[in-house]
């Protein structure tokens, strides 16, 4: 095999290597979160949207958009509504396809509005995190209720991304949970030399980035 069609090869396999990692990040549904009666169900969605925007800012998931976990619990004729039992949570994860499945609930307790919600694995039913937080004020305080929830969830998962080195001020890495059915080759060290040999650098309209869209939209 001549030089120029070795270096073919090798990008193509780095091409589905990154493709594979891309590919193992588990999917998670945020469904809308419930209210208390009494509460204005206006909030649902902004609420909804806060927890989502944090798991997806965590790059550790393939978030599923808000409209299609609608149409498809709609289509399985699957209520949302109400909804507070945990087998119920995983039966709609079923549903999504998802590996993970985000409920929860906002409360009024006197003056004090609670957020909580967990984070519940679709195959075995078990809790992997939970969160919840509280304020006082407005009902916009639900917003920013929303957000610590939703970060403490994607903090405390079980695929997390790992917090910066003390003093490096370098941004997390991605975490990333590779499936069991996907088989990964890697390169000898007789083909990372000669990667690292060449000596012309590689285009980057050669390269093959995993997308980074999420929840439909790039985060």
């Not at 965590?58 to 509504?81: G, H, N, T």
């Not at 519940?120 to 809790?127: A, Q």
Request: net charge neutral; charged share 20%.
């Amino acid at each position: 095999m001549n030089r120029v069609a070795r270096r073919a090869v090798l990008l193509v396999f780095a091409c589905m290597l990154q493709a594979s990692f891309a590919f193992a990040l588990p999917k998670v549904a945020v469904l809308d979160l419930s209210v208390q009666k009494g509460i204005d169900p206006s909030v649902i969605a902004p609420v909804t949207e806060s927890v989502m925007e944090e798991v997806v800012g965590s790059r550790a998931y393939v978030v599923l958009d808000r409209a299609y976990i609608e149409q498809v619990l709609k289509e399985k004729e699957f209520q949302l509504s109400g909804m507070v039992n945990d087998t119920q949570v995983a039966q709609a994860g079923q549903y999504l396809g998802a590996d993970y499945v985000v409920a929860g609930k906002i409360q009024l307790v006197g003056d004090t509005y609670l957020v909580v919600a967990k984070m519940i694995e679709v195959r075995t039913g078990v809790i992997v995190a939970q969160s919840s937080e509280q304020g006082e004020g407005k009902l916009a305080v639900l917003l920013g209720l929303g957000h610590a929830v939703g970060r403490t969830l994607a903090v405390g998962s079980p695929i997390s991304p790992p917090a910066p080195s003390p003093g490096t001020g370098a941004a997390p890495v991605p975490a990333t949970r590779v499936s069991a059915d996907v088989r990964i080759q890697r390169l000898s060290d007789s083909e990372y030399a000669e990667l690292a040999a060449l000596e012309d650098p590689v285009p980057p309209s050669m390269i093959c980035w995993p997308s980074q869209n999420v929840s439909g939209r790039r985060a």
